[in-house]
């Protein structure tokens, strides 16, 4: 799926996101700065935190309480679109998907 990440200087990127991989592991793997994913996914670190767009805030599979827990950890202002973006799984409905990305993960 196609996923635009917008950095919090602006600057956007497109990436094509195979199905099944998560919305981190496509920034890590494309050089995409202002994720970190420190602990790989595990729902550890909040160094993964991103701000789904507001338009794509309802479409998207609510958060569970862990991930909700971890979002308490973040450094960057926590928003009511904020996620953890190791836990958004790309599949086909999510083509088209814009995520921000924070000023900081520490
Ligand atoms: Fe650590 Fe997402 S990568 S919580």
Redesign the pocket.
């Known amino acids: 799926a196609s996923i635009t990440y917008v950095e919090f200087n602006g600057a956007q990127h497109v990436i094509n996101v195979a199905d099944g991989d998560n919305v ?1 592991r496509g920034a890590l793997d494309n050089g995409i700065e202002g994720i970190i ?12 935190h991103c701000y789904v767009d507001d338009a794509w805030a309802d479409r998207l599979p609510a958060p569970g309480q862990t991930e909700l827990d ?1 979002l308490e950890c973040a450094s960057a202002e926590r928003k009511a679109t904020s996620r ?4 958004i799984v790309i599949d086909p409905a999510l083509d088209g998907l814009v995520v921000h990305l924070p000023e900081t993960q520490y």
Do not use: F, V
């Open positions: 981190m994913g420190e602990c790989g996914g595990g729902l550890a670190c909040a160094t993964c971890m953890l973006s190791c836990q």
